[in-house]
């Protein structure tokens, strides 16, 4: 079978075969068989031909052809991206933005930052996502911590600081709304759940 068997969309194809092959008189000794031969015998790698029980009925070992199945389709890696966000204080409150409804995440709040270019500083970074989001100046005053989280196309490494006001009135470039908030009030929005993973930490 030429199909890949690590796409989802094939799987059927192995398994109406599986099925026409099963004797009815006794599946479940015939599922225990082939499942002990794929364990021990008919390995993805190395399968030890020499001690199979079937070899004789096997197109791809008379073939001479056990290095070419099962077939499999490479994975592309998966990116990592570098994340910088800032906890921006002000006035005894913090700054968070809510992004788009569409897209990924959509309609959630978080706290403002974003990528970090190639070679950039994690702290000017967040500066200056910070600023193209927003466009108010901060400074970062403290490391808070670092959050590692799997999305299902990509993964990031997000690095979170403390952000003292500097100057400037919120303008959006990106999010749809944004508000200063209390520590004590957070729970009263949706945040993603890589958010979530720091949110614990912070202090007023």
């Known amino acids: 079978i030429d199909s890949p068997v690590n796409q989802p969309k094939h799987h059927i194809i192995f398994k109406q075969e599986a099925t026409r ?10 599922n225990q068989a082939i499942m002990e ?5 008919c390995r993805p790698k ?3 031909c020499k001690h199979c029980p079937i070899r004789q009925n096997c197109f791809v070992f008379l073939h001479n052809r056990t290095d070419q199945f099962p077939k499999r389709v490479k994975s592309k ?6 994340i ?5 204080r002000h006035n005894n409150k913090m700054l968070i933005t809510r992004r788009k409804p569409e897209g990924l995440l959509g309609g ?17 970074g967040c500066i200056r996502e ?6 108010i100046k901060v400074k970062v005053d403290s490391y808070i911590t670092q959050v590692k989280h799997a999305y299902t196309h990509f993964k990031i490494v997000m690095d979170i600081f ?20 209390k520590l004590t009030d957070i729970n009263n929005f949706a945040f993603p759940k890589a958010n979530l993973k720091f949110i614990p930490l912070l202090e007023d």
């Not at 092959?21 to 015939?30: E, R």
């Not at 890696?77 to 570098?82: A, D, G, I, L, S």
């Not at 910088?84 to 921006?88: D, E, F, L, T």
């Not at 910070?130 to 466009?135: L, P, S």
């Open 21 to 30: 092959l099963m004797g009815k008189a006794d599946p479940a000794n015939f």
């Open 37 to 41: 031969l794929g364990a021990l015998i």
């Open 46 to 48: 190395n399968p030890d």
């Open 77 to 82: 890696p998966v990116p990592t991206y570098k």
């Open 84 to 88: 910088a966000v800032g906890i921006v």
């Open 108 to 124: 959630l709040w978080e706290f403002p930052g974003g990528k970090l270019n190639k070679g950039e500083n994690t702290q000017a």
């Open 130 to 135: 910070i600023y193209e989001e927003t466009r």
């Open 162 to 181: 403390y952000c003292g006001y500097i100057s400037g009135d919120v303008q959006l470039n990106g999010p749809v709304d944004f508000k200063w908030i």
